[in-house]
């Protein structure tokens, strides 16, 4: 594919009367810097050309200059895998049998992983995946800040620490542009809810701003050098995030120093005016606003089309803007889709398989486990009872933009019979009935979910089963429907939905080694915790999830993943909810049916999100941030620093010894928070700053080292439009969880 590229835009040179024997010209010459050919090649572009490469010209894709060579730009869906194709103005299939795909474990089950390498391999293995599908840009990933429970989307992002999202964002975009393919960070930013999404203006704090909802973005620029960057649907400051002037020209392009393209989310773009002058550089979506039903080229009247080209024209404008956006392109132009790749990508390879499978397992959280119930014992050929919809329910089709045509997706219920064949007896029974629909956007799953009985019997039907089974392990949690894990919408509610609490409880009475394993991107309440011995937190997790299931249940994995986000007892356990500012309030009467309404919501917590609010009311989670399990057990010990006191411009060393004082091989992430002895504004209790994750054999010891600077030690000045460090007395905690932090040593800041 990329020698054809190459060989169309060297036949180019004749369409502007060079020979065959001329000289290259310089933006054609790969061996000159970026942005001389980028340079070289504005200056041959019309006016026209200009305009055409700054706006989409088809669901996916941007026009690109054929009189220069220079080929069309093409995106794709991808939070964790590459979405397949759509026709080219339609949203419903295109009817390609070569665009199935690996879906990767979402987002918050690498985050689970704590493992910055597992990060880059999945962005490596993505990005080869759409290089091998001709992609020049994915459409992720996403970072955005889990403030709510709630929120549909969670399931795409990392939690809700800015620490361990930023930690884990660089790698993956590392790896994924390493294949000469965009990443695009996304949803910049403050997008943390999908109800009225495109009406939310989030009113918060510029230190919650700059210490929560912006670091990891930040480091996607900075230190993950990202060429792409995707602004979000709500507003903030009574500006659409898609073109606001304070976020993208003042703190993306000026302060960060970003010299990618911002692009907008599909429809993002409300106003010519303000994508000319606020920062966006490429304007995509489809038939929105109007623009425009019965049209030869909806395309054409793009706030970023031809309305820009008429008032550049009229003198509304010159093209100093247009420049600057055209500039951006061409530069992101030669990163990827006219740049020499190592190769040409993998599609579905075995490899990819493996590296699906291993997030997947790593990710994966053990809860709970009461009595040493799992892994299961597989020594007296058990009978297993496998009950919940979530056992046999596709997962990789619905969500939103997420949705996925794969190549395989193996089932929890799939990969249990496989791996017990001839070892233990499986059963199964559905339990719960909840979405039967099998298709979404035109990828159809092929099951047949239906089933006729009451909710009551189906209670029934697997309680008879479970008085004779060895084990019950339940699959339940939420899907991708709407109103639950879903692009569009936010949960109604915390509690389970289908009746799935009944059904638990039921069981439970009649079996004492009862598992449940919680299929789903979001906390939920788990208000039969203490009658359950044993709780999974399995994720949405992929192609792979019935093997990686599997593994961990029977102990071919030993569980290592950790919370990302805080698992409240109730919804009064966060802040949003305990303020009462979620949703928000709207201007007028008659909500998000009155046209032009907008809702304004304020972020009351400001920064005390996840366990910092938790810390700060001293609330109880069911599980801490930062929590998860083992089958083996570690010792964390000797603390100690590389000095008493350290400078601004110095760093300190933090070292443990951990040692593994079970009989299963495993691992554990030692995790590193910082406390503020006394200052000058208020700060939460504690805040990540450091971690690493340990591999360690039984009986085996190893020293971990964490270093910290001045970073770690500063907050937000609102005051001086800066981060401040203040001399002084600090506390370092260190342990296996958020609540779990039993060494702890001062030093000094000088």
Not at 668 to 681: A, M, N, P, R
Request: proline share 4%; aromatic share 10%; hydrophobic share 35%.
């Amino acid at each position: 594919m990329q020698q054809k590229l190459r060989t169309f835009a060297l036949s180019a040179l004749f369409s502007f009367g060079l020979t065959a024997s001329a000289q290259t010209p310089v933006y054609l010459d790969d061996t000159k810097p970026i942005e001389q050919r980028v340079e070289d090649a504005l200056s041959r572009m019309t006016l026209d050309e200009k305009i055409g490469v700054i706006h989409a010209q088809s669901k996916f894709s941007s026009r690109g200059v054929p009189r220069l060579g220079l080929p069309d730009f093409w995106t794709d869906d991808g939070p964790h895998g590459v979405r397949p194709d759509v026709l080219w103005d339609e949203w419903e299939q295109a009817g390609q049998t070569n665009d199935s795909c690996i879906a990767f474990p979402a987002l918050t089950c690498l985050a689970s992983t704590w493992n910055p390498s597992l990060a880059y391999l999945y962005g490596k293995s993505l990005g080869e995946e759409a290089l091998y599908r001709g992609k020049n840009m994915i459409l992720g990933p996403g970072v955005n800040i889990y403030r709510t429970p709630l929120g549909g989307r969670n399931f795409e992002y990392m939690g809700e620490d800015p620490f361990l999202t930023s930690t884990m964002v660089v790698p993956y975009i590392q790896g994924m542009q390493k294949n000469g393919v965009a990443a695009c960070v996304k949803h910049f930013c403050l997008n943390n809810d999908e109800e009225y999404r495109f009406q939310v203006n989030v009113k918060v704090s510029d230190r919650a701003l700059h210490e929560i909802y912006l670091p990891a973005f930040k480091a996607a620029v900075q230190k993950g050098h990202v060429w792409g960057l995707m602004g979000a649907y709500n507003l903030y400051k009574d500006e659409h995030n898609c073109h606001n002037a304070y976020l993208l020209n003042d703190l993306v392009k000026g302060q960060w120093g970003f010299d990618g393209v911002v692009v907008s989310d599909w429809g993002g773009t409300h106003d010519t005016d303000q994508a000319v002058k606020n920062g966006l550089d490429m304007e995509f979506g489809t038939w929105t606003n109007g623009l425009t039903t019965g049209a030869s080229n909806a395309y054409d009247n793009y706030y970023l089309a031809q309305p820009y080209k008429q008032a550049i024209l009229s003198g509304k404008y010159t093209e100093k803007e247009l420049n600057d956006k055209v500039r951006r392109v061409l530069r992101l132009y030669f990163r990827t889709t006219m740049a020499q790749h190592p190769n040409r990508g993998f599609l579905c390879s075995e490899a990819h398989y493996a590296a699906a499978k291993q997030i997947a397992e790593e990710g994966i959280v053990l809860l709970q486990n009461k009595g040493g119930v799992l892994p299961l014992d597989l020594s007296k050929k058990p009978t297993v009872l496998v009950v919940g919809e979530n056992a046999i329910k596709m997962m990789t089709v619905g969500g939103g933009s997420s949705s996925l045509k794969v190549q395989r997706e193996i089932s929890p219920l799939k990969g249990l019979q496989t791996r017990l064949k001839d070892v233990a007896t499986v059963e199964y029974e559905r339990g719960y009935v909840g979405d039967t629909t099998g298709n979404y956007n035109g990828v159809t799953t092929g099951q047949n979910l239906v089933d006729k009985r009451s909710e009551q019997q189906l209670i029934d039907d697997a309680v008879a089963k479970a008085k004779t089974a060895d084990y019950v392990v339940v699959f339940g949690g939420l899907n991708k429907s709407d109103y639950q894990d879903c692009e569009g919408h936010d949960r109604k509610s915390y509690a389970l939905p289908y009746a799935q609490d009944k059904l638990v409880e039921a069981l439970a009475k009649v079996n004492k080694r009862v598992v449940f394993v919680n299929i789903s991107g979001n906390a939920v309440a788990m208000p039969w915790k203490q009658q359950v011995p044993a709780i999974v937190q399995g994720w949405f997790i992929g192609s792979e999830a019935g093997e990686a299931l599997a593994a961990v249940l029977c102990g071919d994995a030993n569980p290592s993943g950790k919370l990302p986000f805080t698992w409240p007892a109730s919804l009064n356990d966060v802040g949003a909810h305990a303020l009462k500012t979620y949703p928000g309030t709207w201007r007028k009467a008659g909500g998000a049916e009155t046209e032009g309404n907008i809702i304004d919501e304020e972020y009351k917590e400001g920064i005390y999100v996840g366990y910092r609010w938790a810390d700060a009311h001293k609330t109880h989670p069911t599980f801490a941030f930062g929590h998860g399990l083992s089958y083996t057990t570690f010792s964390i010990s000797n603390l100690r620093l590389s000095k008493s006191s350290m400078t601004a411009d110095d760093s300190l060393r933090v070292t443990v010894t951990v040692k593994n004082t079970g009989k299963r091989a495993g691992a554990e992430i030692v995790q590193l928070y910082i406390h503020d002895d006394k200052s000058s504004v208020d700060r939460p209790y504690k805040e990540l700053k450091g971690f690493a994750k340990v591999s360690l054999q039984p009986g085996e010891t190893k020293d971990v080292t964490m270093t910290i600077g001045k970073d770690a030690l500063s907050f937000y000045d609102e005051a001086a439009g800066a981060w401040k460090a203040e001399p002084g007395t600090f506390t370092a905690f260190v342990g296996d969880a958020s609540d779990n932090l039993k060494l702890s040593k001062q030093f000094r800041l000088e």
